[in-house]
């Protein structure tokens, strides 16, 4: 589905990802996990290029993306993201905010948009409050909303940037849940997450990264039990003993 190749990204002289490679397959989850300015969110919004690589290759379905020969609007329909500020229309209710981005971007009608949105947000058990703004939901409603809301472009890949940082910890499950459904499920996800637990039991692969570079990835079970790199074994044995 999405190949990474030697990619790069520097803002001015500070190199915040330095020759990343990795291939995401159709229906895989994976975990990118990490400190703190590792350089992980930046690689997603580098694949969605909400961030302009400063160099390297990502291709898409075999084709180059930051090529001549693709079409930067039509793969940026083909991936979902979801943020961990949620990044609601706050003026828009539930319904609303699942149905804006289909109509603008896919261009389908209202009506086609909202039975769309329908589907997803009872997929994701937020099918009861499409009159409600987001000022009246709390965080981990606000999140599946979310995760409605990019669903509904029914992306082939969907990327999640920390989407439980912003929740308390009450809420945290709800969403896991959701995610764990999709998993299932058969979507493609690309996963930044702090939840050590969602990582090791829901992803197919996990990428530990540190200081710009991919130090070591593989199944959850040899990353988790028998991780191979010094840093790897050093960051969860503080992740693990703070959680």
Same mark, same amino acid.
């Given at each position: 589905m999405i190949e990474i190749n030697h990619?790069?990204?520097?803002?001015?002289? &500070?190199?915040? @990802?330095k020759d990343i490679d990795f291939r995401v397959d159709p229906g895989e989850v994976i975990s990118i996990i990490g400190a703190s300015g590792s350089g992980k969110s930046t690689l997603l919004r580098c694949i969605n290029l909400l961030e302009t690589p400063s160099?390297?290759?990502?291709?898409?379905?075999?084709?180059?993306?930051?090529?001549e020969e693709m079409s930067i609007h039509?793969? &940026?329909?083909? @991936?979902?993201m979801v943020f961990q500020q949620f990044n609601l229309f706050e003026n828009h209710n539930v319904l609303s905010n699942c149905v804006v981005g289909q109509m603008k971007v896919l261009k389908k009608t209202r009506k086609e948009a909202e039975v769309t949105a329908l589907k997803y947000l009872k997929v994701v058990g937020m099918d009861q409050y499409v009159n409600a703004k987001p000022k009246q939901l709390s965080g981990g409603q606000k999140q599946r909303v979310a995760i409605a809301r990019a669903l509904s472009m029914e992306p082939d890949v969907l990327l999640f940037d920390e989407p439980t940082s912003a929740l308390d910890p009450e809420m945290v499950g709800e969403v896991l849940k959701v995610m764990k459904d999709l998993a299932e499920a058969g979507l493609t996800m690309i996963v930044v997450t702090h939840e050590m637990a969602f990582a090791r039991d829901v992803s197919d692969r996990v990428i530990f990264m540190d200081d710009g570079v991919?130090?070591?990835?593989?199944?959850?079970r040899d990353i988790f039990n028998a991780p191979k790199e010094e840093r790897t074994k050093a960051f969860l044995q503080r992740t693990l003993k703070e959680n």
């Amino acid at each position: 589905m999405i190949e990474i190749n030697h990619l790069r990204k520097s803002f001015g002289d &500070r190199e915040i @990802l330095k020759d990343i490679d990795f291939r995401v397959d159709p229906g895989e989850v994976i975990s990118i996990i990490g400190a703190s300015g590792s350089g992980k969110s930046t690689l997603l919004r580098c694949i969605n290029l909400l961030e302009t690589p400063s160099g390297g290759e990502i291709l898409y379905k075999g084709k180059n993306i930051l090529g001549e020969e693709m079409s930067i609007h039509a793969y &940026r329909t083909k @991936l979902g993201m979801v943020f961990q500020q949620f990044n609601l229309f706050e003026n828009h209710n539930v319904l609303s905010n699942c149905v804006v981005g289909q109509m603008k971007v896919l261009k389908k009608t209202r009506k086609e948009a909202e039975v769309t949105a329908l589907k997803y947000l009872k997929v994701v058990g937020m099918d009861q409050y499409v009159n409600a703004k987001p000022k009246q939901l709390s965080g981990g409603q606000k999140q599946r909303v979310a995760i409605a809301r990019a669903l509904s472009m029914e992306p082939d890949v969907l990327l999640f940037d920390e989407p439980t940082s912003a929740l308390d910890p009450e809420m945290v499950g709800e969403v896991l849940k959701v995610m764990k459904d999709l998993a299932e499920a058969g979507l493609t996800m690309i996963v930044v997450t702090h939840e050590m637990a969602f990582a090791r039991d829901v992803s197919d692969r996990v990428i530990f990264m540190d200081d710009g570079v991919i130090v070591e990835e593989g199944h959850p079970r040899d990353i988790f039990n028998a991780p191979k790199e010094e840093r790897t074994k050093a960051f969860l044995q503080r992740t693990l003993k703070e959680n």
